[in-house]
């Protein structure tokens, strides 16, 4: 346990470095509640780009000099950056003059909820499904192996080949093989820390949406004690730790749009969670909205700031395509490129089938959402033209994304004849959109209360 | 008075006396709120819906009368005296709450339900309930002080809020204790064994086969149907096991050094319509060696059988023999009486007592000891004593361990039932003999064992690359029709011990055994047993077609005839 506390610790010095170069606008306790899962992020990164050339890397002694040297970088910047490190120390300091009752109650929630998600997470371990046999089992292989060839050659005579052991890429499993290789099995910890994060930051951008306490708690109370990130925070899926990166990327990106700041913070949470879920391509819509916000507010250096999610997107595609298609030509990898080709052979009586996979779809859709999906639309009719001009972004994102999701399921439903038989799979899907939709019903009813 | 009046004086009494209706109402819908509460709760949740009322928007309508007698100003004294009573309430509720929280973590989920009659998820709404009325003056007050543009708008989302925290909390309630009940036991487990206690069925076996194999081993799993949904899923049992290398029918093709052995326990009452696919692997290999765990016998020791028949015995254990008290059933059955003729699917029947009348007065009560990881069922089986008839009634089979105390409650009424099923006339006289059906006792080799064969040397058979009986079929075919008689006559012997009923394999044999011109006896036999079997198309037998042609003293000879080119 000390291992894995230790082990957070660095990644969250390394992760607070790193925010602040990059953004110093950011808040401390924003700073300090991403650090952790932005550091671990960008350490599995630079481990698998190692790996890939010096599998070594992944052995007890390269790791400890890596983490070694990670925090001895971080250290060198803070002292670079003391300033505003100091800057952010005082306001640390001075926590107890700002806690009032509400801070104080939700301070208190979330810390008893991430401890009970704790000690509950560190009892189960991972045990799931998936976990076992995929998420887990690759960190497994990564810390016994250094690699996962072996692992890669076994399944050549596998029912779908390689196409489940390079699925998804490889954040949670190497954040597994770190804990492994560095002597804890506690890798739940991990998931009790995301939980944390999520449920601070989720305070902190309901602060900024709305000035009606009662609204804030209320929403926030939803959201800490919702049992789909109850469950999730407490299952080694990568579905938590991408809604976590993905809700947050597109909430900031809202942000800089509406306040026309860079969008570098947001590119690199999509980033992080492309580096979990590949395959969800609702990236796209982000990229693509982040371009257009370079070209709508005439800047074009904005454009950079796609340059995290080209890098890791075409890193993994690129291991996908080129690594591990040396071991077999038997490969057949799950990439858009292949669902490209899948989409252009559909034939007239595939097509027919798109109204039945929408309904099942907007059924799950609305079972889980539908609620709040419903009260955000009401709040919206409620608000006057002007003020739901500036609900026009998330409209766009909402209507894209909903429109991706249709598509999607129904390539899904060419390639596998059980589509329908993983309703579960498409709920987790759903969950990267909770947050963001409740947040904006905060707002659309601040707005509402607004109105005279 | 008319309609358009009436109406207008009960606007009159309510703008008047708003204040008094209120505070009536309230004082009225606390009980009823209650009461539909604690029916809910001895129930389900949902209860009453089937009656066209939903307690959520019963309690929130109490609310929202208490509310609106909290804004009239002039509190009822009842509502007074109430909110007196209203904190010693929701103490002794927590309490309860807290007591059988307890009870349910440490004793297991569905506790409480099962033990009390309790649904405990229901007494957290009491709680909630109660806890918001206690807020009432509270929320009055803040809502007092907004302004008046503001105060409809809050009243409104506050209600909604309130409706969605109602079902989240309750289900967050339930979510909490059952991941609270298991964790106090794996919090002090180690990483292997909280794995083994929470993949119980899969784990036991594999961890057995890991420490008894080496890393280099080739290992045959089953295949990736039911009964085996873990061991029979190469990414489960790779997780385990790796970095031996795996072989299955669908998963990659290859000699094993291994096999593992396993019965697909406890899932057979799960997937009672996979009987011919239980007891992995389905023959015997020629192995070096054989490791089964713990060896577990199917026992089930019949204590009683009850009925209201007078001094109805159970049948003892050795014909002729006197009853001994106790009946103990092993997975040796030669000793006992088995009535296969009477089943479908094979079971083992094993009668208990001797016909005794069947009438609309008879029950029948059974209590025995039955072994972890099989279902027992209770079955009568009727003789119509004018037609000689005979009729299998089964009962709802028991798959709990230990003492079980099964009922045949109204099987007369069962057996009308049955009878009016099948058309067929009620007669005036009946007996029943009261038997147990203790499973599965199809012959596999490795039925009710779990373990590990060692391979002598590596096999590479035909028969290696087929499980199913319908594969074997088909690749039996394939080489028939291909004249690879000789791999065929490979497939034979397991053929034989899959579906030695089915009409096609018995014709396919004979083919190969006529064509390959050994065996001609066996060929014979297999034509015989096609003829008698071949459900193709009855009009048109095939076999005994072929069977009529054959020169009855050729026959004698032995020496069947080959086809023509």
Not at chain 1, 322 to 345: G, K
Not at chain 2, 98 to 125: A, D, N, P, Y
Not at chain 2, 197 to 211: D, G, M, Q, R
Request: aromatic share 14%; hydrophobic share 45%.
């Amino acid at each position: 346990m000390i291992t894995a506390c230790l082990l957070l610790l660095i990644s969250s010095v390394i992760g607070y470095a790193l925010l602040l170069i990059i953004h110093r606008q950011l808040s401390v306790w924003q700073r300090l509640s991403l650090s952790s899962p932005i550091g671990l992020s960008l350490l599995s990164f630079i481990i698998f780009i190692i790996s890939i050339t010096y599998p070594e890397i992944y052995s007890a002694r390269q790791l400890h000099w890596l983490l070694l040297a990670g925090v001895a970088v971080s250290v060198v910047t803070l002292r670079v950056l003391r300033k505003q490190l100091l800057a952010d120390l005082a306001q640390i300091k001075h926590i107890r003059r700002k806690l009032d009752l509400e801070r104080s109650i939700v301070l208190g929630s979330i810390v008893l909820t991430t401890l009970f998600v704790f000690v509950l997470n560190a009892a189960w371990g991972p045990y799931d499904w998936d976990v076992m046999t995929l998420y887990d089992f690759r960190g497994r292989v990564l810390a016994r192996d250094h690699s996962l060839d072996q692992l890669l050659d076994m399944s050549a005579g596998d029912a779908d080949r390689y196409t489940y052991y390079y699925s998804y890429p490889m954040m949670t499993s190497i954040v597994h093989a770190l804990y492994y290789v560095l002597g804890s099995t506690q890798v739940m910890t991990f998931y009790s820390l995301i939980f944390f994060s999520f449920n601070s930051l989720t305070y902190l951008e309901l602060r900024k949406v709305t000035r009606h306490a009662f609204i804030r708690l209320a929403i926030f109370g939803l959201i800490l004690f919702s049992p789909l990130f109850f469950t999730q925070a407490q299952t080694a899926y990568t579905n938590f730790p991408y809604t976590f990166f993905f809700s947050f990327g597109v909430l900031y990106f809202f942000e800089a749009f509406r306040k026309q700041k860079t969008p570098l913070i947001p590119a690199l949470l999509i980033a992080c969670a492309i580096w979990i879920r590949y395959v969800d391509p609702f990236y796209y819509i982000v990229a693509l909205l982040i371009a257009t916000q370079a070209l709508v507010q005439k800047k074009p250096w904005f454009l950079l700031c796609l340059i995290p999610i080209l890098v890791v997107r075409q890193t993994w595609a690129w291991y996908l395509t080129t690594y591990v298609a040396i071991h077999s030509t038997l490969i057949q990898v799950f990439t858009p490129q292949s669902l490209w080709h899948t989409l252009t052979q559909v034939s007239l009586k595939q097509l027919a089938d798109l109204p039945g996979v929408v309904w099942f779809v907007m059924k799950i859709y609305l079972q889980h959402l539908g609620g709040v999906t419903a009260a955000l639309l009401a709040c919206l009719a409620l608000l006057s033209p002007a003020q739901r001009r500036r609900y026009w972004l998330p409209a766009i994102w909402f209507a894209s994304t909903m429109a991706m999701v249709m598509v999607g399921s129904f390539l899904f439903s060419l390639i596998y004849d059980d589509w329908s038989g993983i309703p579960g799979s498409a709920e987790r899907m759903f969950s990267s959109l909770i947050l963001i939709l409740y947040v904006m019903l905060v707002q659309g009813i601040d707005d509402w209360f607004k109105k005279t | 008075m008319s309609s358009a009046n009436r109406v207008t004086a009960v606007v009159k009494l309510w703008n008047t006396n708003w204040s008094s209706i209120c505070n009536q109402l309230f004082i009225y819908s606390i009980p009823v709120a209650y009461a539909a509460l604690f029916i809910e709760a001895l129930r389900y949740f949902g209860f009453l819906k089937r009656y066209g009322i939903d307690v959520s928007v019963v309690i929130l309508l109490s609310l929202a009368l208490g509310l609106a007698a909290f804004f009239s100003k002039q509190l009822h004294r009842t509502v007074t005296l109430l909110y007196a009573f209203l904190p010693l309430f929701l103490m002794g509720t927590m309490f309860v709450l807290t007591i059988l929280s307890t009870t349910e973590i440490h004793k297991g989920i569905g506790h409480v339900r099962m033990e009390f009659g309790i649904q405990l998820s229901t007494i957290v709404i009491i709680a909630l309930y109660t806890g918001a009325l206690l807020l009432l003056p509270i929320a009055h007050r803040q809502l007092e002080r907004l302004p008046q543009p503001l105060l409809g708008k809050t009243i409104v989302v506050s209600f909604l809020l309130l409706y969605v925290y109602f079902f989240r909390i309750q289900e967050m309630f339930d979510l909490v204790l059952a991941r609270t009940s298991r964790a106090e036991d794996l919090i002090t487990k180690t990483d292997r064994e909280r794995t083994g206690s929470l993949w119980s069925h899969a784990a036991a076996l594999l961890y057995f086969i890991e420490k008894n194999t080496p890393e280099n081993a080739v290992i045959l799993h089953p295949i990736q149907d039911n009964p085996w949904p873990e061991t029979g899923n190469q990414y489960v049992v790779r997780r385990f096991l790796y970095p031996r290398t795996l072989i299955a029918p669908e998963w990659g093709k290859g000699s094993p050094t291994h096999i593992i052995v396993d019965d697909g326990s406890p899932n057979h009452a799960q997937y009672a319509d996979k009987l011919d696919r239980i007891g992995w692997p389905y023959e015997i290999y020629p192995s070096r060696d054989v490791l089964l765990m713990d060896p577990w016998q199917k026992q089930i020791k019949v204590e009683s059988v009850a009925s209201n028949a007078e001094n109805l015995p159970i049948l003892p254990k050795e014909a002729g023999g006197t009853y001994s008290g106790e009946l103990t059933i092993t997975k040796d059955f030669d000793t006992t009486t088995i009535e296969t003729s009477f089943t479908k699917l094979e079971y083992a029947l094993v009668t208990l007592t001797p016909a005794v009348p069947l009438n609309d007065q008879t029950y029948f009560k059974i209590t025995a000891d039955i072994s972890e990881g099989f279902a027992t069922a209770p079955v009568l089986i009727v003789t119509d004593e004018s037609t000689q008839a005979q009729y299998t009634l089964y009962f709802s089979a028991n798959d709990k361990p230990g003492m079980q105390t099964m009922q045949i409650e109204l099987p007369y009424a069962r057996l009308k039932e049955l009878l009016q099923a099948e058309k067929q006339p009620l007669n005036s006289s009946y007996t029943a003999v009261v038997a147990l059906d203790v499973g599965y006792s199809k012959p596999m080799p490795f039925m009710y064992h779990k373990g590990l064969l060692t391979l002598p040397t590596t096999i590479n058979t035909p028969s290696e690359t087929c499980v199913l009986p319908t594969d074997c079929l088909y690749q039996l075919e394939d080489l028939v029709y291909q004249k690879n008689f000789s791999q065929a006559e490979l497939l034979l012997p397991k053929l034989h011990a899959l579906m030695p009923n089915n009409g096609y394999f018995n014709y396919l044999a004979f083919i190969t055994l006529r064509e390959l011109g050994t065996h001609q006896d066996l060929a014979l036999q297999y034509l015989q047993q096609a003829a008698h079997f071949w459900s193709v198309d009855p009009a048109y037998n095939l076999p005994r077609l072929i069977l009529s042609t054959y020169d009855p003293e050729t026959m004698r000879q032995n020496n069947l005839p080959k086809a023509k080119p």
